[in-house]
């Protein structure tokens, strides 16, 4: 891949990919693509301790080793949004959750209980399957 070819839209998988562990792993994680501007990459990220130097330096190793370049990374730190590897996971989970509490609700066996016995979902009690 090439740096000038990262969009805020694919960004997310991209730090998802990236091998990384630890700080520097959530940094990418929770960071949203600003731009990139020659060999400079702009992120945010809505938690100051994630734009420490030592995460930011493990990043731009990674990402220099990732794009066969010299890479710097610049952190500002403000609020994300749905941008980040990190809220598309969370995005992802909620919808799984949902997809599993309807398909429960719409099992008959559930519903003949609930209807038969006035039972019901206890909210939070159903998970899906990973």
Known sequence: ??????TT???????????LTGLACELAR?????GVQG???FLR???KTLAQTES?????????????????VEIEVGVTGAATAHA?????????????????????FVQALVQDFGG????????PID
């Open 56 to 72: 930011r330096i493990r990043l731009q190793t990674v990402l220099s080793r990732y794009f066969k370049q010299a890479v710097q």
């Open 39 to 41: 060999d400079t990459v």
């Open 30 to 34: 929770q960071s949203e693509w600003l």
């Open 88 to 108: 598309v996971e969370q995005a992802g989970r909620s919808a799984r959750q949902q997809a599993a509490e309807a398909a429960v609700a719409a099992d008959p």
């Open 1 to 6: 891949g090439r740096l000038i070819d990262v």
């Open 45 to 47: 990220v809505a938690v």
């Open 120 to 127: 019901h979902v206890v909210p939070g009690s159903v998970h």
């Open 9 to 19: 839209a694919n960004w997310p998988e991209l730090a998802a990919r990236l091998p």
